[in-house]
């Protein structure tokens, strides 16, 4: 039973990374805390009479207000932990309980600014058992809903994508790899060209030689060397941080998280950003897959 809920927690989930959407998130949650609160009056609100506007436009901004402060500022300031690649049902559902507890003690010190409640750790503490007994059903369902939903729609989609390429024997075209520092570049046979990934203001280039991998770590950026290559439909930008050779995609599988493409030779799986699963397609397909 332990294995079965750490291997559930440990599932791939898609993380939303940009800003925008956070913000909009916020104040869809906010909106709907406030109307909640104003229409059915719950928790005795009934009893503040002329002031029930104010106090649950109050709430529904405490909890715009925290949303943003966690979901934008908080998670930029901890890059690492807030990878997309590497985000799960289990910290997704820490996280959200992270929102949900401080969205409670923060409403509460708004009770008590408006003097409609008292603020004492017996107060503190029960609220907060109270929130994450109420709050921790709703949101594991609506975690492993979205879990489930997203999964079988990137499987889906991963099933009708055209993934073998007819190898067309290139041997001889070749791939300039551009360093920015002097006596870095190099070229290879496109046909030996695995994949990029971004490393800051470097790039690590993947390739084959003499049948085994190799790594060679240049100064360019993997934006500009997707620049100087867009016009080569087999050298495809999948990710913000990776470079995918078509040519030597073997598999790609969907999870919750998105797209994998498996390359030949490559133990790792290398993302691709669902906002780009249709211009893959198209790729695929135009290069005879």
Not at 29 to 54: C, S, Y
Not at 190 to 207: G, P, Q, T, W
Not at 224 to 241: G, I, M, V
Request: glycine residues 6%.
């Amino acid at each position: 039973m332990r294995q079965k809920i750490v291997s559930l927690l440990n599932r791939p989930i898609a993380l939303e990374t940009g800003s925008f959407a956070r913000y909009k998130q916020a104040w869809f949650f906010g909106a709907f805390v406030f109307l909640f609160l104003f229409i059915f009056k719950p928790f005795g609100l009934a009893g503040t009479g002329p002031d029930l506007l104010r106090v649950t436009l109050g709430y529904g901004v405490v909890c715009f207000l925290v949303m943003i402060f966690l979901n934008v500022f908080v998670m930029r300031l901890f890059p690492n932990y807030f990878e997309e690649d590497h985000w799960t049902l289990g910290r997704d559902l820490f996280w959200s309980m992270v929102n949900v507890m401080l969205i409670g003690f923060c409403n509460l010190l708004f009770s008590s600014w408006m003097g409609i409640g008292g603020m004492n750790w017996n107060t503190i503490i029960t609220l907060q058992v109270y929130t994450f007994l109420v709050g921790i059903f709703p949101v594991s369902v609506s975690l492993l809903w979205k879990e489930n939903r997203l999964r079988n729609k990137h499987i889906r989609a991963s099933e009708g994508l055209p993934v073998r390429i007819t190898l067309i024997n290139e041997k001889g075209a070749r791939i300039h790899v551009a360093s920015e520092n002097q006596g870095e570049s190099f070229d290879l046979d496109k046909m030996d060209l695995l994949y990029l990934k971004s490393a800051e203001n470097y790039i690590e280039v993947y390739f084959l030689e003499n049948g085994k991998i190799q790594k060679r770590i240049i100064r360019n950026t993997l934006k500009k060397f997707a620049k100087d290559w867009e016009a080569e439909p087999s050298l495809f930008r999948c990710h913000k941080s990776y470079l995918i050779n078509l040519i030597r995609v073997r598999t790609i599988t969907g999870n919750a998280q998105g797209l994998k493409a498996q390359l030949e030779h490559v133990d790792t799986s290398i993302p691709i950003s669902r906002l780009l699963i249709d211009e893959l397609k198209q790729r695929m397909e135009s290069l005879g897959a």
